[in-house]
């Protein structure tokens, strides 16, 4: 069974701080990792990762994939209030659709 | 570019009325379309995959004959939600998959938030 973790659950920080989110999938036929931003509907594209140990960066936030170990973390550098969201990792597999996992919630303090 | 519509955004029915939500690719198009429904502070949850000209793919316990999804263009998917009970309250999200160098990324509608009374 596709099994996709992400950690932490649930992240309280204050404006200026740097988050790291984790993601980590068991799936069979992965073709790519998919980062989305979850705000008060649907989710946004933030990033799409095929190849393991390249960076992709946009702003402050910033994405890898370690095909090896199966995991991909994104970074939030000096976050800030509007920040604030659910964050999705979804890993894409051939032949079939995308697998979500829980989610990361981030909550930035003002 | 790449932006996909939802409609009605919002809808209150009572229990046993049948209500439809489009999803419309509005710049590309897609030959495959994704229902998804999400629960309060739950993730996604793929209910069933729409291909145009084709039936849709159903995921497990997702019922087909109670949410009827039908993939008329390369634009335009429409998911029935049929007979509807207060259980089947929840958001309910489209997207449509665009080819990004070789593998499709999803672009999700705004969703459509069912309140079945």
């Known amino acids: 069974e596709d099994k996709v973790v992400q950690s932490p659950l649930s992240l309280v920080v204050h404006e200026g701080d740097t988050v790291t989110l984790n993601c980590s999938y068991e799936v069979t036929n992965f073709r790519s990792l998919l980062w989305y931003k979850q705000e008060k509907k649907a989710p946004t594209f933030l990033f799409m990762l095929t190849s393991s140990g390249i960076e992709k960066k946009s702003g402050r936030l910033s994405s890898i994939l370690d095909k090896k170990e199966l995991f991909s973390i994104l970074n939030i550098t000096a976050t800030q209030t509007g920040d604030s969201a659910v964050y999705l990792c979804?890993?894409?597999?051939?032949?079939?659709?995308?697998?979500f996992g829980p989610g990361t919630r981030l909550s930035v303090l003002p | 570019g790449a932006v996909v519509s939802q409609h009605p955004s919002w809808v209150i029915c009572k229990s046993g009325t049948s209500v439809k939500i489009e999803c419309r690719s509005l710049?590309?198009?897609?030959?495959?379309m994704f229902w998804y429904r999400q629960f309060p502070k739950q993730s996604l949850m793929l209910m069933a995959t729409s291909n145009e000209g084709s039936k849709a793919t159903y995921e497990q316990g997702v019922e087909k004959d109670k949410f009827l999804i039908n993939h008329a263009s390369l634009t335009l998917s429409t998911l029935t939600v049929t007979s509807a009970h207060p259980e089947d309250s929840s958001f309910y999200i489209c997207?449509?998959?665009?080819?990004?160098?070789?593998?499709?990324?999803?672009?999700f509608g705004p969703g459509t938030r069912l309140t079945v009374l």
């Open positions: 979804a890993p894409s597999l051939y032949g079939q659709n995308f697998v």
């Open positions: 710049d590309f198009q897609a030959t495959t």
């Open positions: 997207s449509a998959g665009m080819d990004r160098g070789g593998t499709d990324t999803q672009y």
